[in-house]
Nanobody, 124 residues
Framework: QVQVVESGGGSVQAGGSLELSCVVS????????LGWFRQGAGEEREAVAA????????YYDDNVKFRFTISQENAQNTGYLKMSRLKAEDTGVYYC?????????????????WGQGTQVTVSS
């Protein structure tokens, strides 16, 4: 059984930084692409950043480009989202997504495996 576990959420003031971690276990068919989605209150779950093994494909939403950095450990299903210069509008539940290709971690209806989510709250 595949499990996806996020950690690292919390509360921070605007301008601060947080780093989220994601560990995927139980998948026995190699390495997966990893992505991060954010869901604000009353909003749709939207892709924030995504990457595939080896860093050959990387995606950032325009609103987080140059502030967030996604990474994945080499040949591992473990990834990180380093968030800096946080803004109030970055607030939401952040979900780690895992999939068998970049398209599978950019659209919520295509994601293969979801984590349970971790809350990020940025106060202005």
């Amino acid at each position: 059984q595949v499990q996806v576990v996020e950690s690292g959420g919390g509360s921070v003031q605007a301008g601060g930084s947080l780093e989220l971690s994601c560990v995927v276990s139980g998948y026995t068919h190699g390495t997966l692409c990893l992505g991060w989605f954010r869901q604000g209150a009353g909003e749709e779950r939207e892709a924030v950043a995504a990457t595939c093994p080896g860093g050959r494909e990387i995606y950032y939403d325009d609103n987080v480009k140059f502030r967030f950095t996604i990474s994945q450990e080499n040949a591992q299903n473990t990834g990180y989202l380093k968030m800096s210069r946080l803004k109030a509008e970055d607030t939401g539940v952040y979900y780690c997504a895992a999939g068998t290709g970049i398209s599978k971690v950019l659209a919520s209806h295509l994601v293969n495996f979801w984590g349970q989510g971790t809350q990020v709250t940025v106060s202005s």
